[in-house]
């Protein structure tokens, strides 16, 4: 599992007339979430468009658990569960504080520059196996050796 914390800062022009963040103000945050993992990663959107790869959304959610209102610090995580493969998806939650205010997730598609699906550049793929690799476990003791400094 990958993970990132963005914080942002709810903006005036993001409420609705109910002082509230109006709904679809929430898919920005995680796109700056999404994208500032990826590029944690290694991964960054620009060099991948530069490369003629394109990452378009296939799927998206949000469940709105709390309201966040104008001048709200909120700290957007977003989560990489599994090495992506022709499609990646990434879970968000957004907090205010420790309180939960919504949750969501993401599906994308690797393309090509004409939107056909591929398989993510070589340099990607290496650094999402990197990534996701699994330690390996220590190797048996024989009877009597110790791993600890003599």
């Known amino acids: ?8 800062t709810v903006r005036y022009a993001e409420t609705d007339m109910m002082g509230i963040v109006y709904h679809a103000n929430y898919l920005p945050w995680f ?42 610090t909120l700290e957007v995580t977003a989560t990489l569960r599994e090495r992506p493969l022709l499609r990646i998806r990434i879970d968000y ?13 993401s599906l994308h598609a690797f393309v090509d520059r004409e939107g056909r699906p591929v398989r993510p550049p070589p340099w990607a793929v290496a650094l999402f196996d990197r990534a996701f690799a699994r330690p390996q476990p220590a190797p048996p003791q024989k009877a009597g050796s110790s791993s600890s400094p003599k």
Request: hydrophobic share 40%; net charge neutral.
């Open 1 to 8: 599992m990958i993970q990132t914390r963005v914080q942002v």
């Open 31 to 72: 796109e700056v979430a999404r994208t500032t993992l990826l590029k944690e990663m290694g991964v960054p959107y620009k060099k991948l468009e530069e490369e003629g790869f394109r990452l378009p959304v296939l799927e998206i959610a949000a469940k709105f658990l709390r309201p966040a209102v104008y001048d709200d």
């Open 93 to 105: 939650e957004v907090r205010r504080g420790p309180e939960l205010l919504a949750t969501g997730n």
